[in-house]
């Protein structure tokens, strides 16, 4: 059975930081790129950032670039991707997914796997 199961999420103040933690387990997700993206209330979903399988490319979107880092590890049976997140903004108040694609990707119909999403409010 496939899961991707985000964790970490929570209500901070503007400048904390927050770590997002993705467990992705039933497939080899060591081959695949893993994705965050962030959907707020009555907007699109929005690309965060993504990492390699091997953990040497990543690629952040314009709006976190400087502020969030991306990470993953890859274990035999189960892949962690992490996104650390600095210098929080109100305007980074959004539930945040983690996603698997089978190769670098911001686009999120590139994406195959997804989580059920956490809860991240920034508060001014």
């Known amino acids: 059975q496939v899961q991707l199961v985000e964790s970490g999420g929570g209500l901070v103040q503007a400048g904390d930081s927050l770590r997002l933690s993705c467990a992705a387990s039933g497939r080899t997700f060591s081959i695949y790129t893993m994705g965050w993206f962030r959907q707020a209330p009555g907007k699109e979903r929005e690309f965060v950032a993504a990492i390699s399988s091997n953990g040497v490319i990543t690629d952040y979107g314009d709006s976190v670039k400087g502020r969030f880092t991306i990470s993953r590890e890859n274990a035999k049976n189960t892949v962690s991707s992490i996104l650390q997140m600095n210098s929080l903004k109100p305007e980074d108040t959004a539930v945040y997914y983690c996603?698997?694609?089978?190769?670098?990707?911001?686009?999120?119909?590139?994406?195959?796997?997804w989580g059920q999403g956490t809860q991240v409010t920034v508060s001014s």
């Open positions: 996603a698997a694609a089978p190769r670098l990707a911001r686009m999120n119909y590139e994406y195959t796997y």
